[in-house]
């Protein structure tokens, strides 16, 4: 390249910088929305993150179990079934043990946590896992020789007692006199 295509070039470089605008503005007014959030409680905002939580969890074991139990089902239909009355009684003792100690929770209740402004999100978590238990259940009572199934059956038994635990601990709304009567 010789030296004038360099000056050449240079000059309509220097040209470009000009002819750019000074400044870059958004699209859309974006002040208003930086506001809005500006003027949101740090409470307000740790709940919407809370619940942004709870979403992503419910749809991440939504999504496990689904792929759990297709798979399950899969094998299942492709292996030929075995009689396994040993793990099935294995199975229902161990359904029992759990179901007990969720009434034994909720008796030793030293709270009323279904008060609390943050129990939507737990209670929903609690609904999910034990529909998800209820299946896994199921689909175990069908191959219970599923080593996977068993952990992740016993995996949302044990989220669910630490979800009824973590509710003991949430703050609590107290109750006006009107609902007493």
Request: hydrophobic share 40%; glycine share 4%.
């Amino acid at each position: 390249m010789s030296h004038a295509n360099i000056n050449n070039l240079d000059s309509q470089l220097a040209k470009l910088v000009k002819q750019a605008p000074k400044e870059i503005a958004p699209e859309q007014d974006l002040w208003l929305g930086i506001e809005r959030q500006l003027d949101k409680s740090e409470f307000q905002q740790t709940n919407s993150k809370r619940s942004q939580q709870w979403r992503r969890l419910a749809v991440a074991s939504i999504l496990l179990l689904t792929g759990v139990l297709g798979s399950n089902i899969w094998q299942s239909s492709m292996l030929p079934t075995t009689e396994g009355s040993a793990l099935l009684t294995t199975l229902a003792d161990i359904r029992l043990q759990h179901q007990q100690q969720v009434e034994q929770l909720s008796v030793q209740q030293h709270v009323n946590w279904q008060t609390s402004q943050f129990s939507d999100p737990l209670e929903e978590g609690i609904k999910q896992l034990r529909q998800a238990a209820e299946q896994i259940y199921q689909a175990l009572q069908q191959s219970p020789n599923d080593k996977e199934l068993w952990q992740l059956w016993l995996w949302t038994q044990a989220k669910e007692i630490e979800l009824l635990q973590q509710g003991q601990s949430l703050p609590v709304t107290p109750l006006s006199q009107g609902a007493l009567i």
